[in-house]
């Protein structure tokens, strides 16, 4: 469980710090926002994947 959660918070840092290089970028806002979505998106997108090997570990766990 522990891996998992710091696996995540791993993944929100990278968000952080890609968010912030973006607001630096000399672009418009229009491209800011998407740039901001598709980060979003791949958050989430890993988040998940760290959540479903989470889940198939603890249930290989629990049947040994």
């Given at each position: 469980y522990l891996e998992a959660e710091e696996a995540k918070i791993g993944i929100r840092?990278?968000?952080k710090g890609d968010?912030?290089?973006i607001k630096k970028l000399d672009i418009s806002e229009?491209?800011?926002k998407i740039a901001e979505?598709?980060?979003q998106d791949?958050?989430?997108k890993y988040i998940r994947k760290v959540?479903?090997?989470y889940d198939v570990k603890e249930k290989e766990i629990?049947?040994?």
């Open positions: 840092n990278d968000r968010n912030n290089d229009d491209l800011l979505e598709n980060i791949l958050t989430d959540d479903s090997i629990m049947t040994v």
